[in-house]
């Protein structure tokens, strides 16, 4: 296992961090980018039993080049194969409005992306954000389909919160469950790909709102304190333990907690250094920094640091950093 978790990749342009994956120059279908990505395999449903009283049939969820089972479902599950879940990305790319820029799987391809890069960029007063939309699909029951509006910031390439949590109403979402309803609603998703335009102006109107605010003095403490709580909820994990055992549980989440803090006011002076100014943006951008680079998942389990940065306390942490910095703003618009 790699230890970013990449079972198979491809992209295009410069090399990822962890050095993994096929690189192309501007693959120009979907087909072309999974055959490189080392997706061009299909997901079978293979029978198991039947439970006669209730008339329940359950299917194990099979990859069907390694034999490998992903999860057990029951009759009503639906597989997406990595071809049908992608394919609609390919009317944009071949308009010249995006192009392709990774896709892969995780784990052992239980779950799948596929990511593009449209056309143009956010200026946030100079910081430079590109814009992309991402795919994700699981093969074992994990996640619905589901793509999302995704910017990222040319300078350091960490995916912003934003993408995951949303701006509210502004960000439209597509996610569908793997039953029989799928096909209809995978065609739907073709037709929502030109409300990124509208999502991207206002993401870039409230961006460009939060680096007009400056950020200093006592509301950075009160900004921290908020965005990581008083008694360290999103950084536990939920194990039950003895009164001796929770003690020292505390002591050591609290040592992590006064971190990330440090860790996260550090990153906010890095990017006064680096002329992003002492304003609300670069305070947002901290805290995702801290998180996609940062901090760590206390699971050891298989794709636990993405799934805390995609969808568990990372993502809540960004979430929080947003919803103090924007709250003031959105309630004036």
Not at 245 to 264: M, N, P, Q, W
């Amino acid at each position: 296992m790699s230890p970013a978790n990449i079972d198979t990749m491809m992209y295009a342009g410069e090399t990822p961090w962890h050095g993994l994956g096929v690189k192309l120059d501007n693959p120009a279908t979907s087909e072309e980018a999974i055959a490189a990505a080392g997706l061009d395999w299909e997901v079978v449903l293979a029978p198991i039993f039947v439970y006669e009283e209730e008339q329940l049939a359950f299917k194990a969820i099979l990859r069907k080049d390694t034999r490998r089972v992903f999860a057990i479902a029951k009759n009503r599950y639906m597989p997406v194969q990595n071809q049908r879940a992608f394919s609609f990305f390919d009317s944009v790319v071949g308009e010249g409005l995006a192009a392709y820029h990774t896709a892969g799987a995780l784990g052992k391809g239980e779950k799948v992306w596929i990511l593009a890069k449209l056309n143009g960029q956010i200026d946030v007063q100079g910081d430079k954000v590109d814009k992309f939309i991402l795919l994700i699909n699981s093969h074992d029951m994990s996640s619905p389909l589901k793509m999302f509006w995704t910017p990222i910031r040319v300078v350091c390439q960490n995916t912003l919160g934003m993408a995951e949590t949303g701006i509210r109403d502004s960000l439209e979402i597509f996610s569908v469950r793997h039953t029989t309803h799928l096909d209809k609603r995978i065609n739907q998703a073709r037709n929502i790909l030109g409300l990124a335009n509208n999502y991207f102006e206002r993401f870039a109107f409230l961006s460009n709102k939060l680096a007009s605010q400056k950020m200093g003095g006592i509301e950075i403490p009160k900004y921290l304190n908020f965005v990581f709580g008083q008694n360290e909820n999103l950084l536990q994990m939920g194990e039950v333990y003895s009164p001796g055992e929770e003690r020292e549980r505390v002591k050591i989440l609290r040592k992590d907690v006064s971190e990330a803090r440090d860790k996260v006011k550090e990153l906010m002076e890095r990017g006064i250094g680096l002329g992003h100014g002492n304003d609300k943006w670069n305070a947002y951008n901290a805290v995702v920094e801290y998180v996609d680079y940062y901090k760590k998942a206390r699971s050891k389990r298989e794709g636990a640091r993405l799934s805390m940065v995609w969808f568990g306390s990372g993502a809540q942490l960004k979430e929080r950093a947003r919803r103090y910095l924007l709250e003031e703003i959105e309630d004036k618009n």
